[in-house]
C-alpha cells in the first residue's frame, strides 16, 4: 500500500477483554515500531521489530502486552485483560532501512484504544 | 538504554518570532536525531534530522544543531507562522529503536 495501515482506527472494549490491533507497514520496510501515545502525551516506545532479528521487547509495560511479526510484513499487538491505563492511541510505524533507526520513520493513523 | 529529555513542554510565540525546543539524550552510543511534527489528531511526520558526524543542518526556516559533548540538540524555526503550531517530538537512535522526547506543544499566534 501507500503508507502505513492500522486497524482498527477506533476500538472500544470492557475492563477485562482482550484486542488485538493490526499494522500493514509499507512494503519492503524491514523495520516495525509500535508506539503509545496517552491523551495529550508522548510518544512511549513498546517493541521494534527489524528484520529477522529477536524483537527489542523492553518497552512493553507488562506481560499483558505481546506482538508479532511474519517477516516483514503485518504485525499485530495483542493486550491481554485490558486495564483502563491502557487506554491510548497505540502507532504503528515503519522505516525502509534495517540495522537501526537510521530512516525516516512512516507512522500509521493509529488505533484508538477506549476501555471503559 | 536510551533516555531522551525534551524542554520546554509548551512555547507560545508571535507569528514572525524565532522558537527554540532543546532536547537531551543520555546514550553516548545514539548517533541519529530526527524531529517530528505531530498536527492536532494526525500522525507524526518527520521534518528534519541530524547524524552525529554533523553539528548543523538547515531546511528553510528549519534548523537542528547538535553538541556531541554535551549530548543536546536543538531545533530552530524561524520567521515563525501559525501553521508551524503543532506538537514537535524529538528523537535519539542508534542502531536499533529511536527513542521520543514528550514534546513541546508550539502556538504560534497571528
Known amino acids: 500500500g501507500a503508507g502505513v495501515s492500522q486497524s482498527p482506527s477506533n476500538k472500544v472494549t470492557e475492563k477485562g477483554k482482550d484486542v488485538e490491533l493490526r499494522c500493514d507497514p509499507i512494503s519492503g520496510h524491514t523495520a516495525l515500531y509500535w508506539y503509545r501515545q496517552r491523551l495529550g502525551q508522548g510518544l512511549e516506545f513498546l517493541i521494534y521489530f527489524q528484520g529477522n532479528s529477536a524483537p527489542d521487547k523492553s518497552g512493553l509495560p507488562s506481560d499483558r502486552f505481546s506482538a508479532e511479526r511474519t517477516g516483514e510484513s503485518v504485525s499485530t499487538l495483542t493486550i491481554q485483560r485490558t486495564q483502563q491505563e491502557d487506554s491510548a492511541v497505540y502507532l504503528c510505524?515503519?522505516?525502509?532501512?534495517?540495522?537501526?533507526?537510521?530512516?525516516?520513520?512512516?507512522f500509521g493513523e493509529g488505533s484508538r484504544l477506549t476501555v471503559l | 538504554g536510551e533516555n531522551v529529555e525534551q524542554h520546554p513542554s509548551t512555547l507560545s510565540v508571535q507569528e514572525g518570532d524565532s522558537a527554540v525546543i532543546k532536547c537531551t539524550y543520555s546514550?553516548?552510543?545514539?548517533?541519529?536525531f530526527p524531529w517530528y511534527k505531530q498536527e492536532l489528531g494526525k500522525r507524526p511526520q518527520l521534518i528534519i534530522d541530524?547524524?552525529?558526524?554533523?553539528g548543523e543542518k538547515k531546511d528553510q526556516r528549519i534548523a537542528v544543531t547538535l553538541n556531541k559533548t554535551a549530548k543536546h540538540f536543538s531545533l530552530h524555526i524561524t520567521e515563525t507562522q501559525p501553521e508551524d503550531s503543532a506538537v514537535y517530538f524529538c528523537a535519539g537512535g542508534g542502531t536499533d529503536k529511536l527513542i521520543f522526547g514528550t514534546g513541546t506543544r508550539l502556538q504560534v499566534f497571528p
Open positions: 546514550d553516548s552510543a545514539s548517533n541519529y
Open positions: 510505524a515503519s522505516s525502509r532501512l534495517a540495522g537501526g533507526p537510521s530512516g525516516e520513520l512512516f
Open positions: 541530524i547524524r552525529s558526524n554533523v
